[in-house]
């Protein structure tokens, strides 16, 4: 369905403190939590892995929606089902010749599976798993370069959330990267359904009031 989903990207949140800021974000209204897993080779970054996944899972119940951005997201499939994830969404560019294979193992550790794409990846390239006979149930249209939060969004990567909302109108398109009041309806009336915001939502002083503006733009 193309219900709002409203992620704070707990990248932004201070990690010393993860269970805590959870907390504080669900209790503000997030639907989601959006967890970046990156291990310095997709992208210049290194962030958290499955142990920490593990950790925050003891904490909540939430809807832990983890992002990999990881060379090879085959070999988390494991480790983060028995960590209690809620999502997998890997990205394309690191599974042209094994997505099958990823999606239905992901599928199978009780994860709900999904396909992200960098903004240099043209739409075409997902079509696919969308179509399939075991599908991707969301698509991730990065709308910044993945690897670190606070980065200026790319208005041009809504044609591809347009065309994906017009083939598929049932399809969770995410958005992730630069979404915030100033940008949200773009991204809304392109199409998509579940918003990741990270420095938008942590660096605010009433982090609630910006979540209920990103829900209810989706939903007008
Ligand atoms: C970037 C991550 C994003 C990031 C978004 O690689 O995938 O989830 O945390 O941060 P903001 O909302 O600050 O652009
Ligand atoms: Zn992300």
Request: charged share 20%; proline share 7%.
């Amino acid at each position: 369905g193309v219900t709002p989903k409203i992620a704070p990207s707990m990248l932004s949140s201070d990690f010393s403190n993860l269970a805590s800021e959870a907390h504080r974000m669900i209790n503000y209204g997030a639907d989601w939590l959006h967890m970046d897993i990156m291990d310095g080779h997709f992208v210049p970054n290194l962030t958290i892995g499955a142990p920490i996944i593990e950790s925050l899972r003891k904490h909540t119940k939430a809807y832990l929606d983890c992002h990999l951005m990881v060379t090879n997201p085959l070999d988390y499939v494991e480790p983060l089902g028995k960590a209690g994830a809620s999502g997998f969404t890997f990205h394309i560019e690191t599974s042209k010749d094994n997505w099958k294979e990823l999606i239905q193992r992901i599928s199978m550790h009780g994860m709900r599976p999904g396909v992200a794409l960098k903004p240099v990846t043209p739409i075409e390239e997902v079509y696919a798993l969308v179509e399939a006979e075991n599908p991707v149930e969301m698509v991730l249209v990065m709308t910044v370069e993945p690897g670190f939060g606070g980065q200026k969004f790319m208005p041009e990567m809504m044609d591809k959330v347009r065309i994906l909302r017009k083939k598929y109108p049932s399809l969770d398109i995410e958005v992730d990267g630069g979404l915030g009041p100033s940008t949200i309806n773009t991204a809304a009336s392109a199409g998509a359904n579940c918003i990741v915001a990270g420095s938008s939502v942590f660096g605010a002083p009433e982090p609630a009031q910006v979540i209920s503006l990103l829900r209810n733009s989706v939903e007008k």
